[in-house]
């Protein structure tokens, strides 16, 4: 089983979506420039033997073996002062994002099932944040032995999504992870599937287990993050040299305290 450390969790219940559903983004909402997720509340781990992914928190400082969680020490983020909540048509979807964020429905990628979605959220300079896709069809879990590589759970906050379980899965969490390979490899997104065995994966997914017939869905910059080549595009995923960098990414970044919350807040109708 992998290692463990104490929470770095929400204080206070999850983030609600605010008002009434409407297609596109609704009137902004202001809730404080203070982003509510700090080490020692609610969620901290009571077990050794849980999955990495089921307990993890941030450090901006040090180093940590490959494949075990991070200590927390950093406080709380500022977030944007305003919000707004985005729908689709059919209101089947909802999440809230930084009032000037940009979320936009798109074509989905070939393979989705039918009904599938596709929402892309932007800054106002066109800097990619994260998707939301569902109707994905269901992902291969086989890893072969001399291609796993170290991964860490840097970040590891509880969510209220709701999800299919089975071996291999937790209860649903909103992560940030690193996989080990020239450099470290992070990405965020929300998940209910363990990364691998022993903290050692091929890739690790930010999908979530739907329902028989629904499809998979994912929220977050990576469908799934691997350990890249030297001559691969690394964007969206975040790159590091130390595990201390990538913490402190979580523990300092005023752009992952909002995508963050942006995730904890996604709520799925049907």
């Given at each position: 089983?992998?290692?463990?450390?104490?929470?770095?969790?929400?204080?206070?219940?999850?983030?609600?979506?605010?008002g009434a559903l409407l297609a596109g983004c609704s009137t902004p909402?202001?809730?404080?420039?203070?982003?509510?997720?700090?080490?020692?509340?609610?969620?901290?781990?009571?077990?050794?033997?849980?999955?990495?992914?089921?307990?993890?928190?941030?450090?901006?400082?040090?180093?940590?073996?490959?494949?075990?969680?991070?200590?927390?020490?950093?406080?709380?983020?500022?977030?944007?002062?305003?919000?707004?909540?985005?729908?689709?048509?059919?209101?089947?979807?909802?999440?809230?994002?930084?009032?000037?964020?940009?979320?936009?429905?798109?074509?989905?990628?070939?393979?989705?099932?039918?009904?599938?979605?596709?929402?892309?959220?932007?800054?106002?300079?066109?800097?990619?944040?994260?998707?939301?896709?569902?109707?994905?069809?269901?992902?291969?879990?086989?890893?072969?032995?001399?291609?796993?590589?170290?991964?860490?759970?840097?970040?590891?906050?509880?969510?209220?999504?709701?999800a299919e379980g089975g071996e291999g899965t937790i209860p649903p969490?909103?992560?940030?992870?690193?996989?080990?390979?020239?450099?470290?490899?992070?990405?965020?997104?929300?998940?209910?599937?363990?990364?691998g065995a022993d903290g050692q994966a091929c890739e690790l997914r930010?999908?979530?287990?739907?329902?028989?017939?629904?499809?998979?869905?994912?929220?977050?910059?990576?469908?799934?993050?691997?350990?890249?080549?030297?001559?691969?595009?690394?964007?969206?995923?975040?790159?590091?040299?130390?595990?201390?960098?990538?913490?402190?990414?979580?523990?300092?970044?005023?752009?992952?305290?909002?995508?963050?919350?942006?995730?904890?807040?996604?709520?799925?109708?049907?």
């Open positions: 089983m992998e290692g463990m450390a104490t929470s770095r969790a929400l204080a206070g219940a999850s983030v609600l979506v605010a909402s202001n809730s404080g420039p203070g982003w509510t997720a700090e080490p020692g509340g609610p969620g901290t781990a009571a077990a050794s033997t849980a999955p990495a992914e089921a307990s993890a928190s941030a450090t901006a400082s040090g180093s940590a073996t490959p494949g075990a969680t991070e200590s927390a020490t950093a406080g709380p983020v500022a977030t944007a002062s305003a919000w707004k909540t985005f729908s689709d048509p059919a209101k089947s979807v909802s999440f809230e994002l930084p009032q000037e964020w940009i979320a936009q429905s798109v074509a989905p990628e070939e393979g989705a099932l039918p009904g599938a979605l596709k929402v892309e959220v932007k800054k106002p300079d066109g800097t990619f944040m994260a998707a939301l896709r569902t109707g994905l069809p269901p992902s291969s879990a086989e890893c072969p032995q001399d291609a796993r590589r170290p991964y860490t759970v840097i970040s590891s906050v509880p969510s209220d999504l709701k969490r909103v992560v940030f992870r690193v996989i080990q390979g020239y450099r470290y490899f992070g990405s965020y997104g929300v998940t209910n599937l363990v990364g930010n999908v979530i287990r739907g329902p028989a017939g629904k499809g998979d869905y994912s929220f977050g910059d990576l469908v799934a993050v691997r350990a890249f080549a030297p001559d691969e595009k690394v964007a969206p995923a975040k790159a590091f040299d130390t595990l201390g960098q990538a913490a402190q990414y979580v523990g300092d970044s005023s752009d992952f305290a909002n995508v963050q919350r942006m995730l904890m807040s996604l709520e799925i109708k049907n």
